[in-house]
């Protein structure tokens, strides 16, 4: 569940760089966001380090979301 929507992430983030439009990093936002989304839906399911292990992905899922978030709306000011 969670892999193919990280190698989703994966692929797209890669493709993206500073002159990237604004719709393009807003399609990797939305990937990151459903990564986050599906380590977040399998943690109740996991225990020990693969709980921990999904948490710190969707924390930093989260993160890329935020930052792609506030990049766009810098650029948009």
Do not use: C
Not at 22 to 31: S, T
Not at 36 to 63: M, Q
């Amino acid at each position: 569940m969670v892999a193919p929507t990280w190698r989703k992430l994966k692929k797209s983030a890669r493709a993206v760089d500073d002159t990237s439009p604004d719709e393009e990093l807003h399609q990797v936002r939305i990937k990151a966001k459903r990564a986050r989304y599906a380590a977040e839906a399998v943690v109740p399911a996991l225990d020990g380090s693969g709980a921990k292990a999904a948490r710190r992905f969707a924390l930093r899922a989260a993160a890329v979301q935020e930052s792609l978030g506030a990049s766009g709306r810098r650029r948009r000011a």
